[in-house]
């Protein structure tokens, strides 16, 4: 099954992500920026490049509730709660306990985190109350690559078809990458950093 989950790019235009990925084009100058709920472009630049969870957290609110937040609203209160830690120009997360705990209390939803499972483990768990957010290597948009290592961009599975794992990717190319992307489990373990977080709605 494959569920009909909204997308959110973690930019406001999606279909400038080549651009802003090949540098052609800096976030600052997205014109939707505005939108993210940001206080300034600046503002909106430094956490477009690092909110692909918060991205994820749009999409599945977005789905079992009608709505969602804007991005930095979220930003701002993953933050508070510690599930983003910034130093500096550096900023460490998504870090999953403090997420987990963030979703059960903010918005009434179970969450745990799972580490060490493979693709079709993933896969099997994910249904019209359940989804994972998963980390992969962000040269997944790209399927053909051979990426580095595994991990650091995180991704939405919406669902799972004929040995095929499908994701909304929110750094991923328009008309190829973003939504409903599907990769056989072989391709997507290349990526997969082997955890994530299963989050769920009564």
């Known amino acids: 099954m494959v569920y009909d989950v909204p997308y959110f790019s973690q930019w406001e235009s999606p279909d400038l992500v080549p651009a802003l990925l090949s540098g052609e084009l800096r976030a600052e100058q997205d014109p939707l920026w505005a939108r993210s709920g940001a206080r300034s472009p600046e503002e909106y630049a430094f956490w477009s490049w690092r909110a692909c969870?918060?991205?994820c957290l749009r999409m599945l609110l977005t789905w079992w509730t009608g709505s969602a937040p804007a991005?930095?609203?979220?930003?701002?209160?993953?933050?508070?709660?510690?599930?983003?830690?910034v130093t500096g120009e550096r900023v460490q997360g998504l870090i999953y306990s403090p997420f987990c705990g963030y979703l059960e209390e903010r918005w009434g939803l179970d969450a745990r985190v799972v580490t060490d499972t493979d693709t079709a483990d993933v896969a099997?768990?994910?249904t019209k109350n359940r989804l994972a957010v998963v980390s992969v290597h962000p040269s997944i948009r790209q399927p053909t690559s051979v990426p580095p290592e595994r991990g650091g961009h995180l991704v939405l599975v919406v669902g799972t078809e004929h040995n095929s794992i499908v994701i909304h990717?929110?750094?991923g190319l328009p008309g190829s990458s973003q939504q409903f992307a599907r990769l056989d489990f072989a391709t997507f373990d290349r990526y997969f950093a082997r955890r994530g977080v299963i989050i769920e709605r009564h």
């Open 124 to 126: 099997s768990l994910v």
């Open 53 to 55: 969870g918060v991205a």
């Open 169 to 171: 990717n929110p750094s």
């Open 71 to 85: 991005a930095l609203p979220l930003v701002r209160e993953c933050r508070e709660v510690g599930a983003y830690v």
